[in-house]
């Protein structure tokens, strides 16, 4: 009896050893599992992160051609309102390109007029800002963030 009971021990023994490797091995495959599934959701909440960086990038973009538009179409308002005010002098010479410069306040409303690279003569310049201070109040841009204080543009009349 006592060598069948040592036997039975030891197949208990075996046994709660061959146990003990199924439930390692088991443990062992469930966290090789949750790391791949971690690593898996580490990866998706990675993409999903670059996609919005990419989609608020576009929208940027976006937003600034937008802006970039409304601000061309701004300075040409401005630009046309000031052709149409413009008279030529008799002895205003040739018709160059001048950079003029415009303060403006609320409502654009002219509150001064300088110019920078301006060849013309004399009388040219004058009548160019008069046609600036003749365009008073200047057009108002589209997009309220858009207006600037100082405006710098180029002048050149039509032929």
Do not use: M
Request: proline share 6%; net charge neutral; glycine share 4%.
């Amino acid at each position: 009896k006592a060598e069948e009971a040592a036997i039975a021990e030891q197949k208990r023994l075996e046994a709660e050893k061959e146990r003990k490797i199924i439930e390692a091995q088991r443990l062992e495959e469930e966290a090789r599992l949750q790391a791949e599934r971690d690593k898996r959701l580490k990866a998706e909440a990675e993409q999903r992160q670059k996609e919005a960086e990419l989609k608020a990038q576009l929208a940027a973009e976006e937003r600034r051609r937008e802006l970039d538009d409304k601000r061309n179409r701004y300075y040409s308002l401005i630009q046309q309102k000031i052709t149409r005010n413009w008279r030529q002098p008799p002895n205003a010479g040739s018709k160059p390109l001048c950079e003029v410069q415009v303060v403006q306040g609320p409502g654009g409303i002219i509150l001064d007029v300088t110019f920078g690279d301006c060849p013309g003569t004399r009388e040219y310049r004058l009548s160019v800002e008069s046609a600036v201070l003749k365009s008073d109040p200047l057009p108002s841009p589209e997009d309220p963030s858009l207006f600037e204080r100082n405006i710098i543009f180029k002048f050149k009349p039509k032929d």
